[in-house]
């Protein structure tokens, strides 16, 4: 079973659609991360969880909100997706947890 | 905010040639982790460097770290097309968001006959 499972791996919406991303991991990680990326651009943090009560905004957090309903369990959301925001999403454990895996990233894409 | 910088952009090699991909940190180095990404895919997760002058190897890949440079070199030998992909440097800066990895803007790499 891979180590983080993210759901759905494809998404095509529409501008001002609301919008959830979910991140599942199976190692009992307290720490969790969402990033984004964009072609040519790296992975930039969108938020970071420490633990279900600790919640924290990352270097582009704008336009984003996530959950932390469980430890294994860490979401996403697009209250109201716009264009700029269509990137591939990953969702990850802390850099320390080794091996680091990565899921398998959300492709997003706000017509 | 972009603190590592990778070098080169893309790169375009022949089979069976060596190369080097760089990544270059502006502030100090406490872990520096090297990805392959297969475009539009996930990231697999190559090698961790936490130590000045630590090298480590897997298959034909090796990197190095060299922490008074603040800086960190991927070297492929013998490239196969199957070594062809973005190549992203993450690091640990210690303090920046919850130990997040600070990434690199990626390396393209292509392989080709």
């Known amino acids: 079973d891979a180590d983080v499972t993210q759901t759905p791996r494809n998404r095509i919406t529409k501008t001002g659609k609301r919008i959830m991303l979910e991140c599942s991991q199976t190692?009992?990680?307290?720490?969790m991360y969402w990033y984004r990326q964009d072609p040519g651009l790296g992975l930039r943090l969108i938020y970071y969880s420490f633990d279900v009560k600790d919640i924290n905004k990352g270097e582009i957090s704008d336009g984003y909100s996530v959950s932390r309903q469980a430890q294994a369990k860490f979401s996403l959301s697009l209250e109201s997706a716009i264009p700029n925001q269509t990137a591939l999403y990953f969702c990850a454990p802390p850099p320390f947890a080794q091996p680091q895996h990565f899921g398998d990233g959300t492709r997003l894409s706000i017509l | 905010s972009q603190e590592l910088e990778q070098s080169p952009q893309s790169l375009i090699v022949q089979e069976g040639k060596n190369l080097t991909i760089n990544c270059t940190s502006s502030k100090t180095l406490y872990g520096l982790y090297w990805y392959k990404q297969k475009y539009g895919e996930g990231l697999i997760f190559l090698m961790m460097?936490?130590?000045?002058?630590e090298e480590k190897s897997h298959e034909k890949i090796t990197a190095k770290l060299d922490e008074k440079k603040q800086q960190s070199s991927l070297h492929i030998t013998a490239s196969q097309p199957s070594h062809a992909g973005i190549y992203l440097c993450?690091?640990?800066?210690?303090?920046?968001?919850?130990?997040?990895?600070?990434f690199g803007k990626g390396t393209s790499l292509l392989v080709t006959p």
């Open positions: 460097l936490q130590k000045g002058g």
């Open positions: 993450g690091a640990d800066m210690r303090g920046y968001s919850g130990y997040a990895l600070n």
């Open positions: 190692k009992g990680h307290d720490r």
